[in-house]
């Protein structure tokens, strides 16, 4: 067998949709233990709906586009307070029940995820709108506190929030912080996980394997909703970094994702494959 230090890392983005109550968390954690047992595995998520509710008890108008989170100074605290207070503590907490080893991060510790401000977003019509406090992270090579982590049998997890170098904090979708640690640590697969079987076509059906050029039209004519958008566009620049295998999966049934993200083999069944 490999040294564990030797096996190339998968990472696996949870959606907050998978999360969000107690039960969920004790069969993801399952999973991602049984995952752990057998390959280096780092876990970013997300918290939309926690998110969402938060900010409607706190009266904050939530604003989105293409799935991105436009994100004011009072948006941003509440985003803060919920993934790397609640939804990452939890999911922590329920891997380390389950038997795992987990240890919670955000974008902003050490060397995880150094951000820039994101530049205005061009939406599916055209418009370009400026996200406010969204950051997109800058290419400074491999984690290396992850790295570590993961050599020694630990499961990152981290919750999507990134730090400037002058300190100032952003909110991060969670599917390109994903897309970005898979590249720098040179994962072998990512793995995308929502409440959905892969991206869908207008029937409703899983799209078997999409590449650029056809989620692109797909996009374009409504096939696609909006909010795919920024999945796509991590999973396609993990494949431009070098990631061999990018899938968006149906993360509803944890045991078939574990033994997606275990599998040596890519096969057909409820998921979208990513191709360049």
């Not at 954690?29 to 876990?43: F, G, H, N, Q």
């Not at 009266?59 to 307070?81: F, S």
Request: hydrophobic share 45%; charged share 20%; with cysteine.
């Amino acid at each position: 067998m490999k040294a564990r230090g030797t096996i190339r890392p998968v990472v696996l983005k949870v959606g907050g949709e998978l999360l969000d109550d107690p039960r969920k968390r004790r069969v993801m954690a399952r999973a991602i233990v049984r995952v752990a047992a057998s390959v280096p595995l780092v876990v970013v998520h997300g918290g939309g709906r926690e998110i969402d509710a938060a900010l409607a008890n706190a009266q904050i108008p939530k604003r989105q586009v293409d799935g991105l989170r436009i994100t004011d100074q009072a948006t941003l605290g509440v985003v803060v307070a919920v993934l790397a207070g609640s939804v990452n503590t939890t999911l922590v907490a329920a891997v380390n029940a389950a038997g795992g080893r987990a240890v919670g991060l955000t974008g902003a510790d050490a060397d995880v995820c150094r951000v820039g401000r994101a530049p205005r977003h061009r939406t599916t019509t055209g418009e370009l709108v400026d996200l406010g406090l969204v950051g997109r992270p800058v290419d400074e090579g491999p984690s290396r506190l992850v790295a570590t982590l993961v050599r020694d049998g630990f499961v990152p997890i981290v919750a999507s929030i990134g730090a400037a170098k002058n300190g100032t904090l952003f909110n991060v979708n969670a599917d390109t912080l994903a897309g970005s640690l898979a590249t720098r640590l040179a994962a072998s697969r990512l793995v995308i996980a929502g409440g959905t079987a892969g991206v869908l076509d207008e029937s409703g059906q899983t799209i078997p394997m999409l590449d650029r050029a056809a989620a692109s039209d797909a996009v374009q004519s409504g096939t696609i909703s909006a909010g795919m958008v920024a999945k796509l566009s991590a999973c396609h620049d993990a494949l431009a970094g070098g990631v061999s295998d990018v899938i968006v999966a149906d993360g509803t049934r944890p045991p078939r994702l574990a033994s997606l993200l275990t599998t040596a083999r890519v096969r057909r069944g409820a998921w979208t494959q990513i191709v360049g």
